[in-house]
């Protein structure tokens, strides 16, 4: 089953308006970061966040992590329409080859 | 600095055809990864290579996927023969080699098979 899983599935909401996306996960992590894909592209890296951090801050986004929730959350402030895609948390986890899962992502759009 | 190149982008097949995609990661990049990601779900890594050499492949279909990094640079992943639900992108990233470094992710290809 997955890893991370975000919530919600899909996110419509104003230009100009904040937007939160939030990943819960299941095994112990080295770090969690963000990622953003817009229709047809690959993925960027949008932040990373380490375990012992519990917020991070870049530019418009802004990252919490509460690691005894198992939770993430991504909050983008002054959406704009460029800011239309979807977007993927993926834990880095602490056991085995430390590989990347991904979760499901969240859907969002911002209309103008 | 010259990003992540994958080709082709695009692939139409039939089920039961052969098909290989190319991957040329970020110069001086150690880890390759390919990862498979289905309509409306998030990619779910393949393969990871660290230099030429396979770290975790635990996830790919092995009666029908192969991939190789030959002098530890580029890559190529082969499927063989293709079945209907192999229809996704495929991912290529790469990244500086540390297990805490972030990936740079290609275009990927989009794989049909009908």
């Known amino acids: 089953s997955q890893q991370g899983e975000e919530d919600p599935q899909a996110l419509s909401i104003q230009e100009g308006e904040n937007a939160t996306m939030n990943c819960s996960y299941k095994?112990?992590?080295?770090?969690l970061q963000w990622y953003r894909q817009n229709s047809g592209r690959g993925l960027v890296h949008l932040i990373l966040?380490?375990?012992?951090?519990r917020e991070k801050h870049s530019g418009r986004l802004r990252v919490t992590l509460d690691t005894s929730k198992k939770s993430s959350s991504l909050l983008i402030t002054a959406s704009r329409a460029a800011d239309t895609a979807s977007y993927f948390c993926?834990?880095?986890?602490?056991?085995?080859?430390?590989?990347?899962?991904f979760g499901q992502g969240t859907r969002l759009t911002i209309n103008p | 600095e010259a990003g992540v190149a994958q080709s082709p982008r695009y692939k139409i097949i039939e089920k039961r055809q052969s098909v290989a995609f190319w991957c040329n990661p970020i110069?001086?990049?150690?880890?390759l990864y390919w990862y498979q990601q289905i309509l409306g779900q998030g990619p779910k890594l393949l393969i990871q290579?660290?230099?030429?050499?396979?770290?975790?492949d635990s996830q790919l279909p092995k009666d029908r996927f192969s991939a190789e990094r030959l002098k530890g640079v580029d890559s190529t992943l082969k499927i063989q023969p293709a079945k209907l639900e192999d229809s996704a992108v495929y991912l290529c990233?790469?990244?500086?080699?540390?297990?805490?470094?972030?990936?740079?992710f290609g275009p990927g290809t989009r794989l049909l098979v009908l």
């Open positions: 966040i380490r375990s012992n951090e």
């Open positions: 110069s001086g990049h150690a880890t």
């Open positions: 990233a790469s990244s500086s080699g540390t297990p805490q470094e972030t990936q740079y």
């Open positions: 095994t112990s992590i080295n770090n």
């Open positions: 290579f660290q230099n030429n050499g396979v770290v975790d």
């Open positions: 993926a834990t880095r986890l602490i056991q085995g080859a430390q590989k990347l899962v």
